[in-house]
């Protein structure tokens, strides 16, 4: 998936929307994405200005994103003008190594169980295969 179906499963828009690309996708097993990190995004003006460093809540919230999209596509729901998905807990979240302008996210999630409209799942994020951020998120989604 490119930027632009990207956009059809989430509501999120610039400076927030923080997947690029999805690489691969298998039902019910994991979904594959990657986020390019820019020396011009808006919040290293502040932080921090003298050695940039992504903040680590938003590389859970990329994370969550490729959530949002691996669980629009379970429920063959396309349309993010529909459905925001909000986040109900995060554990076990754990963070290795920053995350710098230049760098390339690559984000791995996969389901751990849904009950009804209630999501779990587990979620890495990498830059050259060395792990930066792991979680694993709750969510539900509220149809509008």
């Known amino acids: 998936m490119d930027i632009h179906e ?7 828009r610039y400076p927030f929307l923080l997947v690029d ?12 994405a990657k986020k390019n990190v820019t020396a011009n995004e808006p919040y290293f003006a502040g932080h921090f200005p003298h050695r940039p460093v992504m903040p680590g809540v938003l590389i859970v919230e990329a994370i969550a994103q490729a959530c ?3 669980a629009s596509k379970e429920l063959g729901e396309e349309s993010s003008d529909k459905r925001v998905y909000l986040f109900t807990g995060i554990d076990k979240a754990r ?7 230049g760098d390339t996210i690559d984000i791995n999630v996969q389901p751990l169980r849904r009950i009804r409209n209630m999501w779990k799942c587990a ?22």
Not at 6 to 11: D, G, Q
Not at 21 to 32: N, P
């Open 68 to 70: 949002a999209i691996m």
């Open 95 to 101: 963070f290795k190594r920053p995350v710098e302008p």
């Open 21 to 32: 690309r999805v690489l691969d996708y298998k039902k019910g097993e994991y979904l594959l």
């Open 123 to 144: 979620g890495q994020a990498k830059v050259e295969n060395q792990l930066c951020c792991s979680a694993e998120l709750m969510f539900t989604y509220k149809d509008l």
């Open 6 to 12: 990207i956009k059809n499963y989430l509501p999120h």
